[in-house]
């Protein structure tokens, strides 16, 4: 083989390469870290089919859905499952006023705005970009949430492509 085509080839083998690794930039797709107390969404959001809002409430009117305040959790864990022992973690962390040390799970760039209450407001499901929680036991990344991602979403959805409205 000829110095020219072995050449070609590793240019080649190089970009292809460097382009999968920029695809897969700022992607935590699968990310499922262990969490303070292991929490099951599959008991919460689908066994017992506690919408997503209940918990995750600033999701409506905020960029952010963030993770609940311990007070929400206690709503009905003052009377249920209250001798298992991550319940009386919990109540712990409660009454004593320390937060529990939540590992952030989904997250995109910090050049990018996202908005949940945007979405929210359009009528998309959070199973749209979080995946079927319901049926997860450990929360992972279900999607990508990178830019190549989130363009696609919005030009299958007829979303505004104009680059000011995520990087502002």
Same mark, same amino acid.
């Given at each position: ?7 070609? /080839?590793?240019?080649?083998?190089? /970009? ?7 695809? &897969?930039? &700022? ?62 973690? /919990? ?10 040390? &939540? ?14 209450? &945007? ?50």
């Amino acid at each position: 083989m000829s110095r020219k085509v072995l050449g070609l /080839l590793y240019t080649v083998a190089a /970009l292809v390469f460097g382009y999968n690794m920029f695809m &897969w930039a &700022w992607s935590n797709q699968g990310f499922a870290p262990e969490q303070p107390i292991p929490f099951s969404h599959k008991i919460h959001a689908g066994d017992n089919h506690i919408p997503c809002l209940y918990c995750h409430s600033s999701a409506e009117n905020s960029r952010h859905a963030t993770v609940p305040a311990l007070n929400v959790c206690m709503n009905c864990h003052s009377v249920v499952a209250v001798n298992k022992p991550n319940i009386i973690k /919990l109540t712990e962390a409660y009454n004593t006023g320390k937060p529990l040390q &939540w590992e952030r799970i989904h997250s995109m760039p910090d050049h990018a705005f996202f908005s949940h209450q &945007w979405h929210i407001r359009k009528g998309f499901d959070c199973a749209v970009c979080h995946g079927p929680v319901e049926t997860m036991d450990k929360v992972y990344q279900y999607r990508k949430l990178n830019m190549g991602d989130c363009v696609q979403c919005h030009r299958d959805n007829s979303g505004p492509l104009d680059c000011n409205a995520c990087h502002q």
